[in-house]
């Protein structure tokens, strides 16, 4: 006979947020390659991209090597962009399992923010691995400020992934204004330059976005002589908890009506 | 018992909001099979619905102290590129079998797909899906089981294979069905609901509930 076991809410979480990581992981990528290409890819654009910027300048930017220097920046922007995006898809994407009255959608938002979490995880240990073989030095100066940066962007892009996804089940329209809106990202959040380029001046046209202060405050905490003037981690854990509540706020507010339409 | 407290339910639509329940109070005995009688667009699947808890009311509230199950046979949460064994083990991990391994066994006996259980569900052919969906949700023990056409499942072999397993089942648990077959409803349930204008009637003889829908 099966029996079900009478389970708390948490142990219902766990078990629906752990089933829905290994279905991801399972379904996610379905040709020969499979999961291993959500390593490589990333892993070899990172590379190629610092590395051929690296050969063109001093190989020096702002007193850091330059390969490190793009492949911070690099590496965090796309990590922010994907885990985003994978975020707000989760909701609509995992519609049909909402017949099961365990499945929530913030189950799904989870889970796949869980696995975007460990793909970058051997993405970062890829590029690690690359520059020891290059002879690259691999100090860090501060790893705590590395490890709090890297996580408070995946919590931002979590946060904002689940106010989208709500949005989207109400207005389909929004997943092109998301689409527009992450486009620029790319381009003003500090992956091809750095905030030290800039007059003094017109550094709040900038400064607002919070991604640019992860990535600067990264590549400060790998070597502590670029400094980390004009970004702050304070701002950064601010606008990440704001968002963080603000998603909560809201998801709980419309979650089943977002699913019942 | 299934209680329903003050449900509100609506959809909203370019004429403005539809509505399906307006402030409906219901006890539902979870200690009967019940039949669910009503006319198209009554609202049959929609109580269904939120019975499952697949949808949620708009406003107030669904009590139960018994374990319901998904409207079984429903396909949706069948993936089409995991295998029938991936599928089914997805299946039993959220809804807390404590054996998985002989949960699988159960669910592959009774589907008789064969060495197809372990190739990926878009490989199957038409019928063999809803098969693997039905074999998961029988092949859990839960207190009611919500039937929604169920017995339109694979070919006539398997139908009267899946009415046998749905009759023994109904010994220990109790069935609620839609199903706008008298004879199937007849067949499985002993009192019927009356689904009608967003109020639900509950009659304790079943000839007498369908003699009420027919007269509708």
Redesign the interface.
Known sequence: ???????NKW??WR??I??LF??EI??GF?DKVGISWSVIQPVAFIFLLSFLRGRMDGGDTHTIPTFTFMAIGLLFIQSFLQTFGSAAQAISKNK????????QPISAVLASALFELLVKAFVILGIIVIMYFMGMDLQISDPLLFLSCFFLLWFLAVSLGLIFGIAELFLKEIKKVRDLLTRPLFFISGVFFSLQDFPREYWHFLDWNPILHAIELTRFSVHSSYGDAGVSLSYLATVCLVSFFLSLIIYFTYW??A??? | MIKLDNIT?Y??SQLGNQYVFKGLSFDIPSDHNIGILGSNGAGKSTLF?LL???????SGRITTDV??S??VA?T??I?Q??TGQ?NTR??G???????LE??EE?VKAFAELGQKYYLPVRTYSSGMKPRLAFACSI????DVYLIDEVTSVGDAKFRRKAKQALLERSEQASIIMVSHEMDEIRQFCDSAIVLHNGELTFYNDLEQGIAEYQAL
């Open positions: 006979m099966t029996t079900v076991i009478k389970r142990e219902i078990d629906v752990f089933a290994v279905r399972r379904t379905n049909a399992l909402y017949a099961f009255r365990q499945v089943k009506e699913i019942s339409r | 339910k959809y909203p619905r499952a808890g697949s949808e949620y009311a708009n374990n319901l998904w409207p429903l949706t949460g993936h590129q995991m991936e997805f299946i991990k959220i809804n807390g079998i404590a054996d002989s949960y159960r092949a859990i023990d839960f």
